[in-house]
């Protein structure tokens, strides 16, 4: 049974017609120097089929019986092409391959003259768009390769490494056999046909460069170079021209202007006239990390070269772990279906910049016509069927009209990609016979030597599990130490139970005080995933001798939130939490600099969001609370600062309040009830989104996002709610890229209060101001000098936060230090405010120190006149870190 079940296995593969008895072609592959040729490239013509020779120059093909045209193939070296009768069992054939012959040098280049690869890539660029829209549709089989080690590790981590069998330089394999099908315009599916691997990838899988394309404008966020922005962002060189087969072949070099992330540098080869990618041997940086990459194409059906072999080497070192991937992907089986409205067997393109007077010979023929566009976009169709010459312009006309009415008749335009992925239900269930069977690069000595130990161990752990059945957890229930560290615990198959860590600081109003939380959720059985939560909290006030604290009941699923909280807690008077409890412990024991502003509620609150669609999002919240001011209760500090007088009290110091005459004494209030409701609606009207799994997700700085909230305080006698007043604001927040210079990020707001005769500080606007040493809220939306409260308001107001990162300013203009990741940033706050006379900061900052850390520097002016300058230390703007959970 077995057998007759690995050779329906087998057959599924294609890659032999008997489990018995395999056929094929073996051998290896050789230098003409004697030495071994490394992840040579094997194509079979008649199948669509490719794949790579192992590091030792070791391959192996399975084939039916038959007749087949061997293309053996390596960067550097001359195609050859053999012949092989395949009959029963393999038929070795070893190859040499020797040095390429360039048919023309690298042409000496003066002062007048250009280079001739800028021709050769403008040809390129233009036809890029043609290529990406030239199948209909595609399929093929995909192995991957993967075999990495840990290379160094900090020897603070050694022991953990070992407790979890982690050695150093130990070999750890992966390999995986995928189904793939692109459908026009944008559908593409991978089904894991099967999987092996002894160890995680640890994010450096080649996928994003595997199934991208270089004839997109960016392959995995990398500029390629054959993207209409490929000008600004690389040089290029001509180094000479070969022969492959029938094909003309020209060596192009890529140098990037500013080296850095998200740019390659190396080589790219392409097939003259029909302006393809041939093969590309290239290095890109990510994050501090080099990747190497190696594709090879060849003729499919003779009508579309596409990738036959990959082959990446991912190398880099992060605190201190250093390690190498590397990767190798053949591709098999292609079968394809050409574009009918777009593919012609020969298309002659001219470039007018260098071919000017037959540029403009064929403009002036065509240009007595017709004048009309359309009739235009007919005419140079009907010339592209017929082979004529076309220019560069002519082209890109063409396959642009082409899209445009592509995208019309698409039921959701908006849609850049369609992908779908699964697992096969035995994916992980094949045994060594079966790779054995469908693997097409052979195993090395170190990658056997490797899936050995992976074995070995496994066999250990498994006799380990069965003798103690209680070890098979990774959470073995309760421990009395997670009261203090905090654990999460698994009931049933729906729900957990979770013990948070403590946590806790030190305020004047409470002065130390510890918050203790714990949580318990459910997913429920349905469609939607629903989750069901429940989070008490308790928080005991030290110098209070008080506890106080809430519970939330949150249902959730992807698109609908709602929330019911109800409990006795304190609140900075900004609800958007400006200072964090442990940056306000610091300032106040350290610095003597008690800035956070606390009230006491006793609330009610319910709190509702929901997707309406991946373009519009609506959220309301109300909340009916009994609200009470408070007051300094210690004194204590850590540091005892002599120029500082004290503790300020617990009250906000506002300007527009500050000549208030009244018992309140500006900011404080009596004890009163408030019921206040808020609507807000946003709207990303030309967003953009990528399909996974029919899930929608949406593409950041596709479109603005635009803002409108209205917040409204309504007195009810009925539960002695007596303050009244509207807040009606709009916004507009975005992010976008200025060519290859930078990125710009902004956020404008602006509104008003109406009915504002009985209402408190508390209800004011507020904004995100900062007196501290440390910048802990959002970069673009936050000040880095302003005070809290000073210029609160119950009036008109408007904010502009405008943040811009260069590729390259001042100290990155170094190379190295801009090969580290390291960006600089400039930005500018605005508020205008009654009293805030036109307050504006300007500002510097050095980001994505050590790929976490910021350093900031601003000035502050007000009225045009400078008032106070400050340096903010932050986290990297290219991370997102939620402070308050």
Known sequence: MNRILLAVLTFLCGISTSYAQPSGVRGNIKADDGSSLSFATIFVKQLGTGTTANEEGNYEIQLAPGRYDLVFQHLGKQTTVRVAEVKDGFLVINVTLNLQDIILQTVEIDGNDEDPAYSIMRKAIAKANYHRNLLDSYSARVYIKGAGKLKDYPWLAKKQLEKEGIEKNRVYISESVSDIKFTRPNKFEEKVISIRSDGKDNNTSPNPYIFGSFYEPEVAETISPLSPKAFSYYKFEYHGTYKDRDYDISRIKVIPRSKGDNVIDGMIYIVEDSWSIHSLDIHTNKLGIDIYIQVMCNPIEDKAWLPV???????????????????????????????????????????????????????????????????????????????EEITRKELKTIVKEYEKEERKQQKEPEVVSDNTFSIDSLAYKKDSSYWALVRPIPLTREEIKGYEKADSISKIERAKEEGDTLKRSKHKGFQPWDIVTGDSYRIGKRSNFRIYTPTGGFNTVEGFNIIYKVAIGTVLRDTNRTRLSITPLIRYSFEREKFLGYGTFR??????????????????YNSDDPILPIVNTFTTLLLEKNLMKIYERDYYEMR??????????????????????????????????????????????????????????????????AFIGAVGISARPWLKYRIRNGRKYAIDRSSPTLMLDYRRALPSPSVNADIEFDNLEVGVRHEFKIGVRGNVHFALRGGTFFNTDRMYFMDYKHFLGNKTPFSTNDPVGSFRLLDYYKYSTNDEYFVANVHYQFRKFLVSNITYVRLAGIRENVFVNYLATPTSGNYTEVGYSIDNILRIFRLEAAAAFREGKFMDYGFRFGIATSIAVNFSD
């Open 309 to 387: 072999s990959h082959k990446f080497k991912v190398d880099g070192k992060v605190f201190g772990f250093e390690f190498e991937y590397n990767y190798l992907a053949s591709v098999s089986n292609y079968k394809i279906a050409v574009n009918p409205k777009l593919y012609v067997e020969k298309m002659e393109v001219i470039d007018e910049k260098k071919e000017k007077a037959l540029a403009k010979e064929i403009e002036k023929k065509q240009k007595t016509v017709t004048k009309k566009k359309t009739d235009d976009t007919k005419k140079l169709q009907e010339r592209l069927a017929a082979g």
């Open 555 to 572: 249902v959730s699923n992807r698109k609908t939130r709602f929330e019911f909280e109800r409990g006795v807690y304190v609140e900075q």
């Open 608 to 673: 509702y969001r929901r997707v309406i669609s991946p373009f519009v999002t609506v959220s309301t919240n109300w909340q009916l609370s009994e609200r009470t001011e408070l007051f300094n209760n210690t004194e204590y500090k850590l540091v005892d600062r002599k120029k500082i007088e004290g503790y300020t009290p617990n009250r906000p110091e506002n300007e527009e309040l500050s000549d208030n005459d009244s018992e309140l004494n500006g900011t404080g209030f009596p004890k009163h009830t």
